[in-house]
């Protein structure tokens, strides 16, 4: 089977073969392109603040440089996450369709089936840690970057959490057929910890932002 190669379509395209009668790409897929959305918006904000020649943005400037190089390796380790995404599901296809008509064959695909699964489960995981740094960056420039693009900031962080939310909702469907419970206990506390710490972030950004954009403020 051909790798899907998100990075080389349009949205258009990319579109269409998300919304046709194919498992991929999927969910995890797209949780990663919009991660990698979230992350855009953080470089645009990034960039935004470099341009201001002024304090107190010209005491920031070390940090927005950093967060912008930081911004751009997110945005492309999220495409990159996208198309492992569909591999990993591919592979676990795979193995649902290995032979399994004497028990030789039988034992081979039920392992190749939960060694499948087992990435299936750790590259979506790795995605919202992804979209979680990109939570980290977007609470930066919330705070400190150029206000006039605050609600950017805003929106970055939004679409961060979401896409790690619906990230780990890729992680709990795999580990629901996961049998060895070591990885499945230790993968669930994760992801707990992950979605709290993601949510008490954005909160934290958004407070920021509604704070500066709230007409009663002015």
Request: aromatic letters at 6%; charged letters at 30%; proline letters at 4%.
């Given at each position: 089977?051909?790798?899907?190669?998100?990075?080389?379509?349009?949205?258009?395209?990319?579109?269409?073969?998300?919304?046709?009668?194919?498992?991929?790409?999927?969910?995890?897929?797209?949780?990663?392109?919009?991660?990698?959305?979230?992350?855009?918006?953080?470089?645009?904000?990034?960039?935004?603040?470099?341009?201001?020649?002024?304090?107190?943005?010209?005491?920031?400037?070390?940090?927005?440089?950093?967060?912008?190089?930081?911004?751009?390796?997110?945005?492309?380790?999220?495409?990159?996450?996208?198309?492992?995404?569909?591999?990993?599901?591919?592979?676990?296809m795979a193995a649902y369709k290995l032979p399994k008509a004497t028990?030789?064959?039988?034992?081979?695909?039920?392992?190749?089936?939960?060694?499948?699964?087992?990435?299936?489960?750790?590259?979506?995981?790795?995605?919202?840690?992804?979209?979680?740094?990109v939570l980290e960056l977007a609470q930066r420039v919330a705070d400190?970057?150029?206000?006039?693009?605050?609600?950017?900031?805003?929106?970055?962080?939004?679409?961060?959490?979401?896409?790690?939310?619906?990230?780990?909702?890729?992680?709990?469907?795999?580990?629901?057929?996961?049998?060895?419970?070591?990885?499945?206990?230790?993968?669930?506390?994760?992801?707990?910890?992950?979605?709290?710490?993601?949510?008490?972030?954005?909160?934290?950004?958004?407070?920021?932002?509604?704070?500066?954009?709230?007409?009663?403020?002015?």
């Amino acid at each position: 089977m051909t790798p899907f190669v998100t990075q080389k379509l349009s949205i258009h395209e990319y579109l269409d073969h998300l919304a046709a009668a194919s498992p991929t790409p999927g969910g995890g897929n797209a949780s990663a392109v919009c991660g990698s959305f979230a992350a855009a918006l953080v470089a645009m904000v990034s960039r935004l603040t470099l341009n201001k020649r002024e304090e107190p943005f010209l005491a920031y400037a070390r940090e927005m440089e950093e967060t912008t190089r930081l911004a751009d390796r997110l945005r492309l380790d999220l495409l990159e996450l996208a198309d492992q995404d569909c591999s990993a599901f591919d592979s676990v296809m795979a193995a649902y369709k290995l032979p399994k008509a004497t028990d030789p064959e039988k034992q081979r695909r039920k392992e190749k089936i939960q060694a499948a699964l087992k990435q299936a489960t750790e590259v979506p995981y790795h995605i919202a840690e992804r979209c979680q740094k990109v939570l980290e960056l977007a609470q930066r420039v919330a705070d400190k970057g150029a206000r006039t693009a605050v609600s950017d900031a805003g929106t970055a962080a939004g679409l961060a959490e979401a896409a790690l939310h619906s990230a780990l909702l890729n992680v709990d469907i795999n580990l629901k057929a996961i049998k060895d419970e070591k990885f499945v206990h230790l993968y669930h506390k994760k992801r707990v910890d992950l979605a709290k710490q993601a949510r008490i972030r954005k909160d934290a950004i958004l407070t920021i932002v509604e704070d500066w954009i709230n007409p009663e403020n002015s």
